[in-house]
Antibody, heavy 114, light 109 residues
C-alpha cells in the first residue's frame, strides 16, 4: 500500500523557519517526481514545489521562490521542505504528494502567528 | 502566472450526469498540460481520480471519466451517487509550473 507520512509542522512566529519531512513507502519513491501542495484553512489547493527523481530539477511557485527549498533523500525514501522567512499567509496544511502515482499524505499543519 | 478556472459549484441529481470543466487563461487545454483531477471530501486529504486527461487509477470508480472537451479538460460523472458530493480540483502543468484550479463544489441533490 502506498503511504506518505508528513511531519515537522507546528506553530512558528513570522520570520521563522521550519523543515517538513515526508516518509514514503509502498511505491518506487526514487522513480517519481515529488510535490508539496498546501491548503490554507477553508481554501483550495495550491502547488508549492516539485523535485525530479534525482534532485537535478526543482521548481517553485512564485509564493515559495527564494524562501522555500525542496529536497529529497532517495536512500531514505524521504522528501523535505525547508521553509524560511515564514509569513502569516503561509499558514496551511502542507501535503506531500506523489502526483503521478496518485498518492497523498494526510498533511502537516503549519501555523505562522505571533 | 496563468489561471486555471473551474465552475465554483454544480448540482447533480442522484443517478444523473454532470460534467466539470477546467479551463486555462493562456488558451486551450491540451494533452501536454497533463490534466489531473482530484476529489476532496470534508476533513480528508484529496484523492487522485484521473491522470493525463483520461486515465484512471485502480481505485477510480468507473462512473468517473476524463476528457478534453471544447478546449478544456473535463471530468464527467455518470450516475452520481450521494458519496460523490465533494470538492473537485483539476491540475495543469506548463513551463515547469503546476497550477490548480479553484475547485468545484459538487452537490448531489
Amino acid at each position: 500500500e502506498m503511504q506518505l507520512v508528513e511531519s515537522g509542522g507546528g506553530l512558528v512566529q513570522p520570520g521563522g523557519s521550519l523543515r517538513l519531512s515526508c516518509a514514503a513507502s509502498g511505491f518506487s519513491f526514487s522513480s517519481h517526481w515529488m510535490y508539496w501542495v498546501r491548503q490554507a484553512p477553508g481554501k483550495g489547493l495550491e502547488w508549492v514545489s516539485k523535485i525530479d527523481y534525482d534532485s537535478t530539477l526543482t521548481h517553485y511557485a512564485d509564493s515559495a521562490k527564494g524562501r522555500f527549498t525542496i529536497s529529497r533523500d532517495n536512500a531514505k525514501n524521504t522528501l523535505y521542505l525547508r521553509m524560511d522567512s515564514l509569513r502569516v499567509d503561509d499558514t496551511a496544511l502542507y501535503y506531500c504528494v506523489g502526483v503521478r502515482p496518485g498518492c497523498w499524505g494526510q498533511g502537516t499543519l503549519v501555523t505562522v502567528s505571533s | 502566472q496563468a489561471v486555471v478556472t473551474q465552475e465554483p459549484s454544480l448540482t447533480v441529481s442522484p443517478g444523473g450526469t454532470v460534467t466539470l470543466t477546467c479551463g486555462f487563461s493562456t488558451g486551450a487545454v491540451a494533452s501536454g498540460h497533463l490534466p489531473f483531477w482530484f476529489q476532496q471530501k470534508p476533513g480528508q486529504a484529496p484523492r487522485t481520480l484521473i491522470y493525463d486527461s483520461n486515465n484512471k487509477y485502480s481505485w477510480t470508480p468507473a462512473r468517473f471519466s476524463g476528457s478534453l472537451l471544447g478546449g478544456k479538460a473535463a471530468l464527467t460523472l455518470s450516475g452520481a451517487q450521494p458519496e460523490d458530493e465533494a470538492d473537485y480540483y483539476c491540475l495543469l502543468f506548463y513551463d515547469n509550473v503546476a497550477v490548480f484550479g479553484g475547485g468545484t463544489h459538487l452537490t448531489v441533490f
